[in-house]
């Protein structure tokens, strides 16, 4: 898995519960260190070991702690250059989910060696919309649950988001309910905004 991946679940576990507890759950994961590189990549099992840990020591199911993973990832301050990809997606909270279609490729131009899940976006109809995630990372689509809430939010949606489940293929289905695109002012977002964050 890349080091932007492991780096994301160590800053997340250390601005949300704090360097002492990020130091626990690599002291049981059998790190052997502290600090993941941002750009190098670590064998898959080190991610799984890491959220299996950091789930238990917050006693959360994990896919409750991938899905606060995906909100921290848009939401939080030190990680704002990721919201700023994603909110040039699109003006409005529908352009922003037809926009994800196109991510991988943007995201590889930047990092060619990031394993960028494939997102898949279709309209089923009037405010329904249905997301399909295939990614490496098992569970990485109650990540994009969270992903999605904070964008709505960020884009004053309302929403109503739902992890469906696997399909054969491996790929996880979410389905998302628009209610209302316009429900509240969202965030402010400037183009000329200095990009900051520590992945």
Not at 1 to 26: L, S
């Amino acid at each position: 898995m890349h080091g932007m991946i492991n780096r994301a679940i160590q800053c997340f576990m250390r601005d949300t519960y704090g360097a002492d507890t990020w130091e626990k759950v690599a002291e049981k994961a059998d790190l052997g260190f502290d600090n993941f590189e941002a750009m190098l990549s670590y064998p898959d099992q080190i991610t799984l070991d890491v959220l299996g840990r950091a789930a238990r020591q917050l006693h959360k199911p994990v896919e409750t702690f991938l899905e606060d993973l995906g909100t921290y990832l848009v939401s939080h301050p030190n990680v704002e250059a990721i919201r700023r990809l994603l909110r040039f997606g699109g003006e409005n909270f529908t352009e922003f989910l037809f926009s994800l279609n196109e991510l991988e490729g943007r995201a590889q131009l930047a990092l060619p060696d990031l394993e960028v899940p494939t997102l898949k976006v279709e309209h089923i109809e009037d405010g329904r919309f249905r997301l399909s995630c295939s990614s490496a990372m098992p569970g990485f689509g109650y990540a994009m649950v969270g992903v999605m809430r904070a964008m709505a939010d960020d884009y004053g949606a309302l929403v109503f988001l739902e992890h469906q489940g696997w399909m054969d293929s491996g790929e996880e289905i979410i389905t998302i309910n628009l209610l209302e695109a316009a429900y509240t002012e969202g965030r402010s977002f400037e183009l000329s905004e200095r990009i900051g964050g520590e992945l």
